[in-house]
């Protein structure tokens, strides 16, 4: 009878959910059978926030990532829920770093502000959290002078990169291109403040696809997206 109980529940359980069993999809026109079935598989986020922090630049992901259905966390590395920005807008993190294991994420983001990206630079449990993702080949993004925390770790050794002017000299082993965002493998950059709403589109559309990020373009009557 236990046998029994067991081959059933595991093919009940390989029916409902096939892709996660490992099994090649049999529905015409999906490669994915828990996208014909209905399945959801939410990407999951962080993104780090500092005292200082270019304000813009951080929530913009954050708003952008939450209407794509991504779930995305904003964690504190201050010691405080509170979160300064480098403009005097104070932000309420949804967790302190130290409350975190971050084995569930799938992405790790950085927003720039000069002060916010000295502070993330210095916080040993982020640089060996930034390591761990590296040598893993797992997502990483960053903007505006961020960059340079992910580069001056040799993280971008190889890479296409881009970052707010002036920091260049910190992407160690990076070809520096002139593009508003690079994608370059496992690592997402982007120049600034201004290039906000193409950064976090471009990490909608490497963790879910291009569609959804022309849809979250469009919904915000953003013409500028390619």
Known sequence: MISFLTNYIIKANILLYPGQAGISC?????T???ERLGVINMSKVYIFLADGFEEIEG???VDLLRRAGIDIDMVSISGSLEVLGGHNITVKADMLFEDGDYLDADMLVLPGGKVGTDNLAAH???DRLLRDFASKSKLLAAICAAPSVLGSKGLLDGKKAICYPGFEGYLKGATITDEA???DGNVITSKGMGTAIDFALAIIKKLKTEEEAEKIAASIQYAHYN
Do not use: H, I, K, S
């Not at 049999?26 to 999906?30: A, V």
């Open 124 to 126: 040993e449990g982020l």
């Open 59 to 61: 929530l913009t992901v």
């Open 26 to 30: 049999r529905f015409p026109g999906y």
């Open 181 to 183: 965002v690079v994608t």
């Open 32 to 34: 994915d059978c828990n």
